[in-house]
């Protein structure tokens, strides 16, 4: 089979070299002297074509960028750059098999190996196994590929390509050519379990699957799979407590929960008998609090006091103060409580009591704000607090916090806040922002981002009665055992410095990792503003944003060297395959048959994209882009819809570039600045041009 598609190409290869050197030939030796202005005039005209489609491009007028990069091409069929464009545009449109003709004129006309592996990747794309196998053997040489990124992917390919055709020491071989170019990489964990499940060896298949998971813990989706797996490998119990992951995070419910309850009735010993569903009663007076020692902050002076919701919708609490404490209503001392002793707040016939070892002491009626006060600079201990709920990384824990607590209760439960002083709040979210082994510099520029991030956004909660929440939606707030002396450092050494545009604090938002570019904000949220139009994070200084569709693809598929990728991680670039179950669960679309992106910001972040289904079809924008495929961690990204032989949708391969949502400070990209020899102010200069930083009053 193999040597049939052979010939195929080989004969493609022929005919179509013969064609374009004819039109080579045509166009650069006529028969006639050519006037010199009228080839630098369609030259002009050649650019600004160019500018035009690439404008249109990004702008989500394909069908305009598609006419023009044609019209380029009937003009110039020569130049491979417009065919690359025009593959890149079939490419976002979900077009793969326009991309598959485009790619093949392009890969015979510049016969180089990296246009041979798109055009294997896009025969995978639309089932042609075969044909990708014999063009990556016989058409993509190592030594003309260059880079690393571009070799994995060659290997990882014909690994995964092997595996489907269950071809097994074919996949072995090719596996550690993979391996060679990125061993760690969970691409390659989950290649080792597919292998592993084809040779039977289930229980291998499922421990390389989790230490995929383990590289990329957002991928929770493969709970189910590893549950199945554990299945096959007879080791039930363990694929009861893979359903359970599977089922509280979300995936496959309906399965997980039939799953459950199956192996509960197998197995009596899971179903907990009815007289031991309360577990046993843990007496709270009991509890033992794990203080930290708080570093002593020196106050330039006193800081702003900001409230932080905790917790929300709670009927008791359970806390120890590091010192004496009072609890006030209306300016009314209610209770005097003792240093390093459990109490415990709760609601009765809606009021709000407080327990202690010796008995309880009535408060007042639940609706209404309560001060729980300690002397200043003391803290608070809070035994077991949900944190991250809705996120991958949910848990429940106890904390310790500096400042007041306060309890807003609305008649059958409370909130419990934070109320803090601005430095010591700080203290506890830089390190929670960003690694506080990360150079100085970096860190100095990440306590002013933070300061003037939290003072623009005061109030964002104010329906709520606080001013922040403690998660990700505000700002990541642990408490005291976040704080580090590197991070204090950089907070009290910038303590009050707050960047301004004109009089007015700025809306400094940050995210980890740009991917080597931030975006305008008013592409990716609605707002203009004027210090937020887009940052270049690039080393080498040809790159001009936006690039062209082609160099918009090249750039996210590989890690071209930029500030951002030093200190990046596997959050600079990263891959990721999600199949059709998991698409169809998380869009609750039916027979999943194509995916369009339908628009993108002027640093590729897709702000719209279609999904379709047999007899529906949904629009994705913004955050929603990103949960729809299982919580990536960006949406600048780059689509590799994989179908089978007969047309089937399977699943789509994923290239992203950065995490988070690509505005404003790049936390690893100013890492990597400071590591050049970059100071704070100029880092902050660099992500808010036309800022200023200076002391900020409490009147602003």
């Known amino acids: 089979m193999n ?53 249109k491009f990004y702008n989500g007028e394909y069908s305009a960028a598609e006419d023009i990069y044609i019209d380029l091409i009937t003009k110039k069929p020569y130049e491979v750059k417009y065919r690359r464009d025009l593959s890149a545009v079939y490419a976002d449109l979900g077009e793969v098999k326009k991309e598959n003709m485009s790619l093949l004129k392009t890969a015979i006309l510049s016969g180089e190996s990296r246009d041979f592996l798109d055009l294997a990747v896009n025969y995978y794309q639309i089932g042609k196994l075969d044909t990708a196998i014999f063009l990556l053997e016989n058409k993509v040489a190592d030594k003309k590929l260059g880079l690393e990124e571009f070799l994995f992917k060659k290997y ?156 929300e919708n709670n009927k008791n609490l359970v806390f120890q103060s590091k010192s004496d404490f009072k609890i006030i209503k209306n300016s009314t001392v209610l209770f005097n409580g003792e240093k390093m002793e459990n109490y415990i707040l709760n609601i009765d016939t809606g009021n709000l009591y407080i ?118 939606h505000c700002a990541t707030y642990n408490g005291v055992k976040s704080e580090h002396p590197n991070t204090t450092e950089a907070v009290l050494f910038t303590q009050g410095e707050t960047a301004y545009y004109k009089d007015n604090i700025i809306e400094a938002v940050f995210s980890s990792n740009s991917g080597g570019f931030t975006e305008r904000s008013d592409e990716i949220w609605q707002s203009d503003l004027p210090y937020l139009r887009g940052a270049n994070q690039m080393i080498d200084e040809s790159y001009s944003f936006p690039l062209s569709p082609y160099e918009l693809k090249k750039w996210i598929v590989t890690e071209p060297e930029s500030y951002s990728k030093k200190y990046g991680g596997n959050r600079y670039r990263w891959q990721l395959n999600i199949s059709k179950e998991v698409l169809e669960y998380s869009s609750k679309l039916q027979n999943i048959n194509k995916i369009s992106i339908t628009d993108r910001a002027s640093g590729g972040t897709v702000t719209k994209l279609k999904i379709i289904g047999d007899s529906e079809e949904k629009i994705y924008s913004g955050y929603q882009i990103r949960r729809v495929f299982a919580g990536i961690r960006n949406s600048r990204i780059i689509l590799e819809p994989i179908y089978s032989n007969s047309g089937e949708f399977l699943s789509v391969n994923i290239y992203g570039a950065g995490w988070g949502h690509n505005l404003g400070f790049d936390q690893s990209a100013a890492a990597g600045m400071a590591a050049e020899g970059w100071s704070y102010r100029e880092i902050i200069n660099h992500f808010y041009p036309e800022t200023e930083i200076r002391k900020f009053s409490k009147s602003d």
């Open 156 to 311: 990882f390919l014909l690994t995964a390509l092997n595996i489907e055709k269950e071809n097994i020491d074919k996949a072995e071989n090719y596996l550690i050519k993979a391996e060679e170019y990125s061993f760690s990489d969970s691409r390659v964990f989950i290649l080792k379990s597919a292998l592993d499940e084809l040779k039977n060896n289930y229980y291998a298949a499922y421990q390389n699957l989790y230490q995929a998971y383990e590289n990329d813990k957002s991928k929770t989706f493969l709970f189910k799979d590893m549950a199945l797996l554990l299945e096959k490998a007879d080791e039930e119990i363990k694929a009861y407590n893979h359903w359970q992951k599977a089922f509280a995070y979300g995936w496959f419910k309906g399965l997980a929960l039939e799953k459950i309850n199956y192996y509960k009735d197998k197995y009596p010993s899971l179903r907990i008998e009815r007289e031991k569903e309360t577990p046993e009663k843990i007496n709270p007076f009991n509890l033992k609090a794990d203080w930290t020692e708080l570093s002593k902050i020196s106050f330039e002076e006193k800081s702003k006091k900001i409230k932080v919701g905790l917790q």
């Open 355 to 472: 327990e202690y070892k010796t008995g309880r002491t009535k408060l007042g009626e639940v609706e209404g704000n309560y001060e729980i006060s300690n002397e200043e600079y003391s803290s608070f201990y809070i035994f077991n607090l949900n944190y991250g709920e809705g996120y991958f990384w949910q848990g429940r824990e106890s904390r310790q916090y500096r400042g007041d607590l306060l309890i807003k209760g609305d008649g059958s439960q409370f909130t419990i806040i934070n109320n803090i002083d601005l430095t010591s709040y700080l203290i506890s979210v830089v390190p929670s922002e960003i690694y506080a082994s990360w150079p100085d510099e970096a860190l100095k520029a990440q306590a002013i981002a933070a300061r003037s991030y939290t003072l623009s956004n005061l109030g964002r909660h104010k329906d709520d009665g606080y001013d922040l929440c403690s998660t990700v």
């Open 3 to 55: 040597k049939i598609f052979g010939v195929i190409i080989i004969s493609a290869l022929l005919f179509g070299l013969f064609f374009v050197l004819g039109d080579f030939c045509v166009y650069n030796y006529p028969g006639t002297d050519l006037d010199a202005g009228i080839i630098i005039a369609n030259d002009n005209l050649s650019k600004i074509a160019l500018s035009s489609a690439k404008r």
